[in-house]
């Protein structure tokens, strides 16, 4: 291939351009050997010649075609040079906004300045378990591969991270390690993860500060080493610093600041904690306000304080060191402000003693004031006779102060540095470990000292290992693929690395210098350029005696030399150093012991950093002279710097180069200076030549034939091998044999082949295209024009007919119009004629009567124009006045309205209380009996004062005829005296007046009293009467509203449905999520148990074995008992019921549940230790009825006692649940429609009928209470003799007789008033009656019975004195928690004290109800317990009368003469199977743990799970609940076992699936209930349950169904998984559709598994059919088969969708059909096994409109709105995401425009999508069990003899 090939017409170039370093140009004209120029045409479409120099015939660099532009890997690119680079760096920034990018083993990562949503979780377990190349490039594809690497071939690994600051080093190796602390969380509770992650913030507070390139620099080195255990699980961590910048604590440039950790104390100094730091703003400090100002935007320094606090905490670090560690921050920030005054002489200077900052600084780090003051201004010089105390000059003592202030920060810094890691230690062995270097760039200033020569320094040596590693893997690749290869040149830089460290190199000669008494930095200068100016990297600037070059690897950098031998020294003085030792304060005091300068620099911490050489006297005087050998800066660093080559070279390295793209910080903005002058530091563009030299280009033979198949020729094809054809084809297209080599799998090509490919075969295509053209072209113009001629001469012969036959009509029609004319003409004049003179005589007659008409009209128009102007008027006016009174009508309608609202909102907020009509009636019944009661009092009144009134009357009458007859006998006797008659009818007349006013005053007392009952009858009518108004009214009310509200009613039920079914769904999937974490946690539990057990049995202990601690481990597991399974059922359900709002079940809330669960199992042992007590009473009491004699009259009244006992407990249960159906009857309607009055009416009807169910429960209740009593007299009455006298009878009369007794003491009373009564014949001598005894008898017995009841009463007052002791202790402890609470809270920050605070009322909440649900829960258990003794009672009560006719049938049958022979008859199965008790471990192990789903082929599906229900119903038929508790507890054990041992196993897991669900329906099928007795026939309900309740044991059936459901899951997407990606993305399902894009990306060998692991969509459709008739012949129900399809297919969408969005390669218009093609033969197949019903399909819905977006066009602002409409669900980061990775497969297809995907965007900027880019395809969805009854009953079931379970009896 000549120059003159390549250098053609339309060829483009890359030509220099000092703006934009590299500018294209496209060749106008050929280019021949000889010529002096080239002829271009720039992008603005100028003309420029280039010149071409024809000695050296340097040719600009060719351009890559544009389908190669945006490689994910720069070496994939045909072109391998700088502007090739440059520009594909560019346009995946710019356009694609992609800011990482491989460049061979280096990961390239430009820095975005803006936070991307790449980083979540869902990005991690995205590229976790990926190949690196598979997937786009990320900081995570290198983190896995270096995890992959570490676990697979068991080396220790590096990430290198390097880049200049503010390139994002810092925030790229965070990323890194939060990797790993993800995907390798530790295995253990120690969370080491969150450590390592937490040590970020403590070291960028202090180790980071803000330069004029980075806010956030780095300003030391780090290398952490993340090590992990033999599973790859994080186990602890270490880290070593580098060289920090010591000198920015005493100085900062313009701009800049001083370390963070500054600032964020300052900030924080109000806090009452720091009060004694005596701390202001920053801008009062020297020290940290250098630079000008002190604040970064968008940065809040007290925020970051707090974190950092926060990461000390978690760290380890006690808070007393906390504060101790800022002290010592503070006293630099003091001791920088120290005022230093120097004297005339200037030889010598002072402080002064009122300095408060020195004060500060003294009593802040615990040291002599004095002592500070002096040796601040004086030093000691030490010689071999005597010592000297010097003053020191005002420069000295400047110094001398910022070197303590720096050597305080580095003994400090290393302390933090050393505790971190002390933190992170482990105590475990480290297997293996990924180290992360975080380190400084190559740095260029404009003035470079110390600092940035050994920054330098480090790089080269960097570099070196770099460039070595790069060559080895190239050779490695060669050595391969067996290929020869030559010794590739690459520069090395070992010669400058020489320079600076060899013997007498820079620093040996810096060391040197430094050991001279006066050495200066102008004598180091000149001795540099008298021994070095010979090297090739050294030079002598030619303007500075002062200054050196050295040559490195990215650049030329000039150094200063001033500073270099002090920051080498270090230089501390010793004195200070003693004072700081002397410190009061420990921590002060331990950071300057003498070990600390001994320790050294291969520790942990990196004492290169922080070690110092101090000028201080030693112990022996004239030992002085040893610290000339202290070790210098620059030799700590040479040695910590070989120390970490040693380390990186034991490891795999991976390289992450960071890019700043431009120094303003803005976002997404490329400047290609800056960023050609970083890649050719970071070592990017040497990757690039080594590769160039080389075979960069690198195809497999696979994608080479499908790639250039149209390059063959047939005649080729027909050879079947590929490898052969791919050699033919090369050898005859490319003529240079050294431009390709073949290796064993794969074509190398040198740089430029794959281009020429490319043209040549965009040539082919092109003339195959022009060929294809040419002659559709053709043939289409061949068949048009036959169409044309032929239509043509049909057109001509029916034209030809058609005009023949218009001319012969044409002439027929002109004779026959001649005739017609004639005659017509005739016929028109007479017509005419007639017309016109009718017409005349017509018109007269008309016109003149019209003239009259018109006239009478007239007149006869204003008559009634006249009449109908006043109608009109009147009739407006009536309008008007109509019009204002309808509108007066209105406002006071609606004012009435609105007032009528107001009153009635007013009494519907009053009717909302339930007691409102009953408050309402009770008012009015109490008006009305006040008002009966005052008539009443009237009544009363006017009775009285009407008795009093005839009483007086009677007298008055009474005495007037007695003044009659005493007149009258006076008369007869004297003749009577005029005067006395006179003074008597004067008292006869004032009595009369007395009577006549009492007369009146009566009168008016009864029109008083009548009118006042009037006016009471009036107001009880009245009131009546307004009752009633008001009881219709509100009828009526009701009625409207009733009527109103019956179609929002139905709205508001169907939503509510709905919603109740969405937080179901929600719950069960949080329960699910539950049982899930729960087995996780039991799985992770019985790894750490194995693990002790391995430990345990190391030589010289003497352990358990293995397999005895996990059957102690699975036997343990069923010690939660049934009690407490069934109150964790109870709780949950009653969260349920609550609602999620309610009862957001959190951690919190369920560990509190799980207290409370113990709790209550405490109390049911309790409970159950009583109940037993009173059954071993009972027993007794039995057999002592059994011993007794029987009385037939007794035994009748008992057994209609205890009848009616149990109808009245029936009655009870039945009151009860009226109860709690009235209940939920009221809380229903009350949350359904709170304002309506129909809920008022109702809930006071259901309030009644409470209150009397209430009352009746209290009635049953007394009755049940006087039934005891009489069963305990009559049991009494057995036992007493026959000559009991009625006196027994008389305790019914004691007072305390009707108290509760306990049963045992009344029995005992009762044996002892027997007793006695026995003796009452002894005590007839006392008297003949008897009396005296029978008296004492009864004061015996009620002694005794007032001691059992006082007994009783004492044990209840111990047992509530413990329960308050119980009580109180609760409460302490409640109290210590409640202060442990609140001390956390105070810690917190004010937002996370609010969210603190709302958890603690959430849980006091939840407690407060959970109490009384206990309360209602008691209650239940107690009416079960009852019941059940009832039970038991009743049971031994027919098995007495059993046993008594049994007896008495026996006694007939002696009476018989002759002997009767029996014979037994045999009995049906009756669907029971028998068992003994040591049998059980057998049938477990026979049927459970041992069994092979394969053994029951044929057999009836779920077989076990009827065997064992048949085992459970005998035991419920025995009545045997121990052997019921045992047996399901195995069962369930064994499955757990048999999953644990078979967990990879989906045939085993499946066939337990389908059992445990099975053994479900069974207990709920024969359970009794009858909601799941629906469809059983009469002969499954004889085998239900007929002593046990089970509902616990389901519940915990249930729950185990759950786990084997996710380990079912688990397994199949195991199977799955690795499918998906090849079977849907890459495979060809349509042959010949794809081409492959031209690629030349070299995946690392490490990544790429032996073997082809490629599949086909018919693999997935092979693996789901083995799935489906799995499933469907073990019998397992079709809702779950449907449900786990649906999960199956979720998680292929998941996983094909995330591949999508994270590869490049695939996102291609042919992909897209290759996707709709197999989507729709997964939906096919669904339709095929009847599971299109399940929601599979509609899981898919994403992928679906995935691989439209691929295929529509994406141009106009059409296809935009057509995508949005489209893709609906893809969120719009998705959308982007696809269209950014959109490549065309050939050149004739065009990208996707960057306008065009701003169309996108702003069109869909108004959805409400999530943030998460990718599908979380670990998301399962709830699983629901549905009940599905069996058909089949337990007597028709054979068990197969393959089982040996011979030891099982049918009963």
Known sequence: MSVCELYSQFTRVWIPDPDEVWRSAEIVKDYKEGDKSLHLKLEDETIQEYPVDPSTNQLPFLRNPDILVGENDLTALSYLHEPAVLHNLKVRFLESNHIYTYCGIVLVAINPYEQLPIYG?????????????????????????AYKQMARDEKNQSIIVSGES??????????????????????????IEE????????MEAIGNAKTTRNDNSSRFGKYIQIGFDKRHHIIGANMRTYLLEKSRVVFQANEERNYHIFYQLCAAASLPEFKELALTCAEDFFYVSQGGDTSIEGVDDAEDFEKTRQAFTLLGVRESHQISIFKIIASILHLGNVEIQGERDGESCSISPQDEHLKNFCSLLGVEHSQMQHWLCHRKLVTTSETYVKTMSLQQVVNARNALAKHIYAQMFSWIVGHVNKALHTSLKQHSFIGVLDIYGFETFEVNSFEQFCINYANEKLQQQFNWHVFKLEQEEYMKEQIPWTLIDFYDNQPCIDLIEAKLGILDLLDEECKVPKGTDQNWAQKLYDRHSSSQHFQKPRMSNTSFIVLHFADKVEYHSDGFLEKNRDTVYEEQINILKASKFPLVAELFQDDKDTTPATSSSGKGASSKISVRSARPPMKAANKEHKKTVGHQFRTSLNLLMETLNATTPHYVRCIKPNDEKLPFHFDPKRAVQQLRACGVLETIRISAAGYPSRWTYHDFFNRYRVLI????????????????????????PDAFQFGRTKIFFRAGQVAYLEKLRADKVRAATIMIQKTVRGWLQKVKYRRLRGASLTLQRYTRGYLARRLAEHLRKTKAAIVLQKQYRMHRAQKTYRRIYGATVTIQAFARGMFVRKAYHQILLEHKATRIQKHARGWMARKRFLQFRRAAIIIQCAFRCLKARQELKALKIEARSAEHLKRLNVGMENKVVQLQRKIDDQNKEFRNLTEQLSTVTSAHNMEVEKLKKELTRYQQSQGGGDSQRLSLQEEIESLRAQLQKAHSEKKILEDIHTQEKDELTKRVLDLEQENALLKNEKEMLNNQISCQSKDEFAQNSIKENLLMKKELEEERSRYQNLVKEYSRLEQSYDNLRDEMTIIRQTPGHRRNPSNQSSLESDSNYPSVSTSEIGDTEDTIQQVEEMGLEKAAMDMSVFLKLQKRVRELEQERKKLQTQLEKEQQESKKVQVVEIKGEIDTDQDADLAYNSLKRQELESENKKLK???????????????????????????????NQLKSANEELEVRKEEVLILRTQIVSADQRKHGSSSMEPNINARTSWPNSEKHVDQEDAIEAYHGVCQTNSKTEDWGYLNEDGELGLAYQGLKQVARLLEAQLQAQSREHEEEKESLKSQIETLKEEMDKQQQTFCQTLLLSPEAQVEFGIQQEISRLTNENLDLKELVEKLEKNEKKLKKQLKIYMKKVQDLEAAQALAQSERKQHELTRRVTVQRKEKDFQGMLEYYKEDEPLLIRNLVTDLKPQALSGTVPCLPAYILYMCIRHADYVNDDLKVHSLLTSTINGIKKVLKKHNEDFEMTSFWLSNTCRLLHCLKQYSGDEGFMTQNTPKQNEHCLKNFDLTEYRQVLSDLSIQIYQQLIKITEGMLQPMIVSAMLENESIQCLSGVKPTGYRKRSSSMADGDNSYSLDAIIRQMNSFHSVMCDQGLDPEIIQQVFKQLFYMINAVALNNLLLRKDVCSWSTGMQLRYNISELEEWLRGKNLHQSGAAETMEPLIHAAQLLQLKKKTPEDAEAICTLCTSLSTQQIVKILNLYTPLNEFEERVTVAFIRTIQAQLQDRNDPQQLLLDFKHMFPVLFPFNPSSLTMDSIHIPAALNLEFLNEV
């Open 166 to 191: 503010g390139a994002g080093k810092t925030v790229s190796a965070k990323y890194a390690m939060r990797y790993f602390a993800t995907v390798g969380g530790s295995a253990s509770e120690t969370n």
């Open 713 to 736: 020729k047939k005649r080729e094809l027909t050879n079947t091998d590929k490898k052969a054809i791919c050699k033919n084809v090369l050898e005859n297209l490319i003529k240079d």
């Open 195 to 202: 450590k390592v992650l937490a040590s970020s913030p403590i």
């Open 121 to 145: 979780q869902d990005v991690i377990y995205a590229y976790s378990g990926q190949n690196m190349g598979d997937i786009d490039p990320h900081i995570f594809a290198v983190a896995e591969e």
């Open 1217 to 1247: 649940n009226d109860l709690n159906e009235l209940r939920q009857a009221v809380a229903d309607q009350a949350t359904q429609n709170n304002s309506t009055h129909e809920v008022q009416d109702s809930y006071a009807l259901l309030l």
